[in-house]
C-alpha cells in the first residue's frame, strides 16, 4: 500500500490525541493517579498475552543490564512520567499539555548527546529554540478567551514539562536497555515495552496507595458536564489504554518501519495541530490564531530537530 508508512505515523498521532482526551475526562472523574494506575495494570495484561502469543513465554530472558535500564525506564517515564501528564491534563487540558510534551524530542537529544554519544547539531539546537518558542508564545497567552477554565494551569504546565523531562530520560534508558540491533543481546521493541510496563504497574500501584493514604489530593471532579462515574471513566480509561499503548505503539512501529524514522518522528509529533479542533469540540476550549500559530512553530521546531538537515 502506498503511503502506508506516512498513513502509519499520522494515525498513531490521532492516537495519542484520543488517549490524552479520555484520559482527561477520565481524571476528572476518578484522579489522576487512578487513571495513571488502572491503565497501566490494562496495558500489562494484553502485553503479557501478546508476549506470549508471539515468544511462548513471560518471564523474557534478557541480560541484567537490561532488566536494570528498562526498570528504570517503565518507572521514570510509565510510572512517574504519566502520573505528571495525566495530572497536568486535569490542570492545564489536554490541548496545553499536548502542546508542551512537544519538547521532549529536544529534551530527549540533549540527555541523549551525553549518554549516547549522539550530537545535537547546529539544525538541533535551532530545531529546539523554534519548538520552545512556540510552547512558550502559546503559555504566555492561555489565559485570553473564552470557553473552558481549567482549575490549575500553571501548575499544568509545570507538570507536563516534568513528564516531558521524564519521558525523555525513559526514552534514553530504554535505548541504553534494548542494546545494538543486531547484536545477540538486543531486545526487541515489543519486549521492551512489556518489560517497562510490567515494573511501572507496581511503582504506579504505590503511588495510588500513598495517594489513597493521603487524601491530599482529592479528586477534581469536572461539574459542568460529567456524571459517568465509575463506569464512564472506565470506558474511557478503556479507551485510552487501547489506543495509546496498543493502537499508538503499533502504528508507530509500521512507520517507522516503512519510512525514515525522522520522518515518521516529525508526522507523529503533528498531535498539538491535530488535538486543536479536539479541543474546541470535545473539552469546548477557546482556540484562537496564538494557539494555531504556537503549535505550528513548535511542529516545525520539531521537525528541524529530529530530521538535521544540513
Not at 230 to 250: D, E, K, M, N, R
Amino acid at each position: 500500500m502506498e503511503y502506508i508508512g506516512e498513513l502509519s505515523a499520522l494515525a498513531s498521532a490521532v492516537t495519542w490525541v484520543i488517549t490524552g482526551l479520555a484520559f482527561a475526562s477520565a481524571g476528572r472523574r476518578v484522579g489522576a493517579t487512578i487513571v495513571n494506575t488502572t491503565r497501566i495494570w490494562l496495558a500489562l495484561g494484553v502485553l503479557l498475552i501478546l508476549h506470549w502469543f508471539l515468544h511462548g513465554h513471560v518471564v523474557p530472558s534478557m541480560s541484567g543490564q537490561a532488566w536494570f535500564w528498562l526498570a528504570i525506564s517503565g518507572v521514570l517515564g510509565l510510572a512517574i512520567g504519566d502520573q505528571f501528564l495525566y495530572r497536568s491534563l486535569v490542570d492545564a487540558g489536554p490541548r496545553t499539555a499536548t502542546l508542551v510534551m512537544a519538547v521532549v524530542p529536544g529534551i530527549t537529544a540533549v540527555i541523549a548527546w551525553p549518554v549516547l554519544g549522539q550530537s545535537i547539531g547546529v539544525w538541533g539546537i535551532a530545531g529546539m529554540v523554534v519548538t520552545l518558542s512556540g510552547v512558550m508564545w502559546v503559555v504566555s497567552g492561555q489565559s485570553r478567551g473564552s470557553g473552558r477554565v481549567y482549575p490549575y494551569p500553571k501548575r499544568g504546565v509545570v507538570l507536563a514539562l516534568l513528564a516531558a523531562i521524564c519521558q525523555s530520560v525513559g526514552l534514553v534508558t530504554s535505548k541504553l536497555g534494548m542494546g545494538e540491533i543486531g547484536t545477540d543481546t538486543a531486545v526487541g521493541p515489543w519486549t521492551a515495552t512489556y518489560v517497562r510496563v510490567a515494573i511501572a504497574a507496581p511503582a504506579a500501584t504505590i503511588l495510588l496507595l500513598v495517594y489513597l493514604r493521603s487524601k491530599k489530593d482529592r479528586v477534581a471532579h469536572d461539574r459542568e458536564s460529567h456524571d459517568g462515574g465509575l463506569f464512564g471513566a472506565s470506558v474511557l480509561i478503556a479507551i485510552g489504554a487501547i489506543c495509546g499503548p496498543f493502537l499508538g505503539v503499533g502504528t508507530a512501529l509500521i512507520a517507522i518501519n516503512y519510512i525514515d524514522a525522522g520522518i515518521a518522528a516529525t508526522l507523529m509529533a503533528t498531535s498539538p495541530i491535530m488535538i486543536l479542533p479536539f479541543a474546541r469540540l470535545v473539552e469546548r476550549e477557546h482556540v484562537g490564531s496564538r494557539a494555531i500559530w504556537g503549535a505550528l512553530i513548535a511542529i516545525i521546531g520539531v521537525g528541524m530537530l529530529v530530521l538535521q538537515l544540513p
